[in-house]
């Protein structure tokens, strides 16, 4: 295991039963913009499942809630499935660097040779914490970066299309919208 690698039961407390957190800018719901019914989706961490009803094929796979149609972590998800459009929309970046590796790698693993994939990210202000619920202080956030993640893009055939900061007024949050395409 990586040195201070995440518990994934302690995470699952920490994220038991997320409530939609709300209607981001361009990770939120006008992604939907971006769907067609040719599509299949799948939400990664999809939390209260949002999409579910909005998006013709879709799988929102969740460990930590009930209204998943599969409850299980990306890393131990099996299926012969494959996807043209993945979101990670909050989920991938709550462990180390390796895990993250390890997880990313899993979710291109399940999407096909055209495919898309949109990522929200916590900034990294200070050590990204500050962004976050008093709950996952003690829990690993990984360390991103915009030229990382045109890194990891690269190693899998993808390109970033967009990257752009979004601020949520009524939750005064601020993340980062990320697009890949291949
Ligand atoms: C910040 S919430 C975002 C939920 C949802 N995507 C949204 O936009 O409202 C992050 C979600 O990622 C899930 N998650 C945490 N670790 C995960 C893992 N290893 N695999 C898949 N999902 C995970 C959590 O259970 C949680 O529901």
């Keep these: 295991m990586p040195n201070g690698s995440v518990d994934q ?7 038991y039963n997320w ?3 709300g209607d981001f800018k361009y990770s939120g719901f006008a992604l939907l913009n971006k769907i067609t019914d040719d599509d299949t989706v799948i939400d ?12 013709k094929n879709l799988i929102g796979l969740d460990p930590a809630n009930d209204a998943a149609d ?3 972590a990306i890393q131990d998800y099996e299926t012969d499935q494959k996807f043209s459009v993945a979101f990670c929309l909050g989920s991938l970046t709550h462990c180390v660097a390796e895990e993250f590796e390890e997880r990313l790698a899993k979710v291109v693993s399940l999407m096909l040779p055209k495919s898309k994939i949109f ?8 050590n990204g914490m500050s962004t976050l619920p008093a ?16 890194r990891h893009a690269a190693k899998y055939g993808y390109t970033v299309i967009d990257m752009q900061d979004e601020f949520h007024p009524e939750a005064g949050v601020k993340r980062t919208y990320i697009e890949w395409a291949r």
């Excluded at 039961?9 to 994220?15: P, R, T």
């Excluded at 003690?138 to 991103?144: A, G, H, M, T």
Aim: hydrophobic residues 45%; aromatic residues 16%.
């Design 9 to 15: 039961a302690v995470l699952n407390k920490a994220f």
């Design 19 to 21: 409530p939609y957190f």
């Design 44 to 55: 990664i961490g999809c939390g209260c499942n949002p999409f579910k009803g909005k998006i």
């Design 70 to 72: 599969v409850k299980v």
């Design 119 to 126: 990522f929200r990210v916590h900034p990294m202000v200070g």
């Design 135 to 150: 709950q996952f202080t003690d829990l690993p956030l990984y360390r991103w970066s915009p030229e990382v993640m045109r």
